[in-house]
């Protein structure tokens, strides 16, 4: 049974895709609120992202992404890495670049954790900088120089808020919101909404941690994915 493995924050205002297995769904969301709608109701990725048929990001799914610019986005899948150029509610995506290894989209992450895959990632309110995770380890980079910006870190190191939750250990998906400075992180049935401080460590968890299916109502009859 899966919940959510992946998402990205959509070019459309609060709007956000969410990738469980070989599936997708979109949304539109309302941070603090329980009114979120489905806008793409749960299919194949193949189906909405039919540029993906035949590779790893149809099946067995996406790991892991982030949006960068316009309707611009990064996927990755076990250890490949694709660059896309997608259209909420069509079907015409195409692939900018890839798919590669993350090692050859980003050299930097080369003989790192990360290297064979991303569990989930977002992006920071500077300039082109994006945090990601795998197990219990982060960091930023800049995706359009592909450097890293500072060190590899434990998560509690960067966001000691998250010192003591099922956090601590891995986050299985995450996006940034609309909101500025917010994101969403979530691990098994679980998620929590929190204020990031790029280069500080005073973040502030903006929700209680709960079960997804309690703040996003639209995705109980979604939720888990067999």
């Not at 993906?52 to 982030?66: L, Y």
């Not at 986050?171 to 609309?178: E, G, K, L, Q, V």
């Amino acid at each position: 049974m899966a919940y959510i493995n992946a998402a990205f924050r959509s070019s459309k205002d609060y709007e956000v895709y969410f990738f469980i297995k070989d599936k997708y769904v979109r949304v539109q969301y309302t941070p603090g609120k329980l009114d979120d709608k489905i806008l793409t109701s749960l299919r194949l990725i193949s189906t909405g992202f039919p540029v993906f048929k035949g590779t790893v990001f149809a099946e067995p799914g996406i790991d892991g992404s982030f949006d960068t610019e316009g309707s611009e986005a990064y996927v990755f899948s076990t250890n490949q890495s694709a660059y896309i150029e997608y259209t909420p509610g069509a079907t015409n995506d195409k692939i900018l670049s890839g798919p590669a290894t993350i090692a050859e989209t980003f050299p930097v992450l080369k003989n790192t954790v990360f290297e064979d895959g991303i569990d989930s990632a977002f992006r920071s309110t500077i300039g082109k900088e994006v945090y990601i995770f795998k197990d219990n380890q982060y960091t930023r980079i800049d995706y359009d120089s592909k450097q890293l910006v500072g060190t590899i870190r434990k998560i509690t190191d960067g966001f000691p808020v998250l010192k003591d939750t099922i956090f601590e250990s891995g986050i299985d998906a995450s996006f940034a919101s609309h909101e500025e400075s917010e994101a969403y992180l979530f691990k098994g049935d679980q998620y929590v909404r929190i204020k990031f401080t790029p280069n500080a460590t005073n973040d502030v968890l903006l929700s209680d941690i709960k079960p997804i299916v309690d703040g996003w109502p639209c995705l109980k009859d979604i939720l888990p994915v067999s």
